[in-house]
C-alpha cells in the first residue's frame, strides 16, 4: 500500500524549531484566551452591577478596577469652576459634546467626575452650549467607569480650554489643583438639565481576544501539520 512505503524520519534541528514554534504560539493562544475570559468576567460584572441598588458613594480613595461597572449613589455639589467639554461625541449622528462636572462630596477632598450626558454642538464651534448646572446638593446615581488611556494627541497641551479632546484624569486634576477619584460616574438619574443620557452597554472586547486565541491555536496546528509533511519521506 501507498502508506508502507512513506517513513516518519525527523531530524534534531527541525524538530527543535517545530517544538519552540509550537510552544510560543500555544502559549500566546493561551494568553488571549485568559484575556477573553478576564473580559467576560468584566462583562458579567457590568450586566450584574447595572440592576443592582446604588450603594452610597465612600469618602475615602477608591481603587479604580474595583469601583469599575458599580453603580453609585453620590450626595454633593457640583463645582462649575471645574466643568469641561469632551469633544467629538456624537448622537444619533449628530456632533456634540460629554459634559463633565466633578461633584464635591461633604467631608472629603476627593471630587468624583461625573459624566452628566450628551449636549449638541452649535453651527459655531467657537461658542459652547449652555448647560444648567444645579447650584444647591442633589443626588447623582450612576455607573462608574474608567476613561480610556488609549489615545491619539499630537500635543498633550490640551487643557487650556473649557474644550478637552481627552479626559485623562492625573490631567484633570494638576489642571485644576484638586484631587478627583480614578474613574468617572455616568449619571443616570435626571436632574431637568435637558442632556440626553442614554449610555451604550460596554464592549470588553472578548469577542477580539477569542479572535486572537483562534488565530493562534490555528497556527501551531499548522506549524504541527507542515513539520510532519516535511519530515514523511518515503522509503528507500
Known amino acids: 500500500m501507498y502508506w508502507d512505503d512513506l517513513k516518519f524520519k525527523p ?100 471630587r468624583v467626575l461625573v459624566n452628566r450626558g450628551w449636549v449638541r454642538a452649535g453651527m459655531n464651534r467657537s461658542v459652547l452650549p449652555r448647560v444648567t448646572t444645579p447650584d444647591q446638593a442633589l443626588e447623582i446615581v450612576g455607573t462608574a467607569y474608567i ?6 494627541e499630537l500635543s498633550q497641551d490640551t487643557v487650556s480650554g473649557p474644550v478637552w479632546q481627552n479626559l485623562v ?12 477619584q480614578g474613574f468617572v460616574i455616568h449619571q443616570e438619574n435626571d436632574t431637568a438639565d435637558g442632556l440626553i443620557r442614554e449610555w451604550a452597554r460596554p464592549d470588553t472586547g472578548r469577542t477580539m481576544h477569542l479572535g486572537y486565541a483562534f488565530q493562534w491555536y490555528a497556527l501551531s496546528g ?15
Do not use: C
Request: proline fraction near 6%; charge should be positive; avoid cysteine.
Open 11 to 110: 531530524s534534531l534541528v527541525p524538530t527543535i524549531a517545530m517544538l519552540v514554534m509550537v510552544s510560543i504560539t500555544a502559549y500566546l493562544g493561551t494568553w488571549q484566551l485568559n484575556k477573553a475570559n478576564a473580559k467576560a468576567e468584566l462583562q458579567r460584572r457590568y450586566d450584574e452591577a447595572s440592576s443592582a441598588l446604588a450603594a452610597p458613594i465612600p469618602l475615602g480613595r477608591i481603587e479604580p478596577q474595583a469601583a469599575l461597572y458599580r453603580r453609585y449613589a453620590l450626595h454633593g455639589t457640583f463645582e462649575k469652576r471645574g466643568q469641561i467639554f469632551l469633544d467629538n461625541k456624537v448622537y444619533s449622528g449628530k456632533a456634540g459634546f460629554h459634559v463633565i462636572t466633578p461633584m464635591k462630596i461633604p467631608n472629603s477632598e476627593l
Open 147 to 152: 476613561p480610556s488611556k488609549k489615545i491619539f
Open 169 to 180: 484624569l492625573e490631567r484633570y486634576s494638576q489642571a485644576f489643583g484638586f484631587p478627583v
Open 222 to 236: 499548522v506549524l504541527i501539520v507542515i513539520y510532519v509533511v516535511l519530515n514523511v519521506k518515503r522509503k528507500a
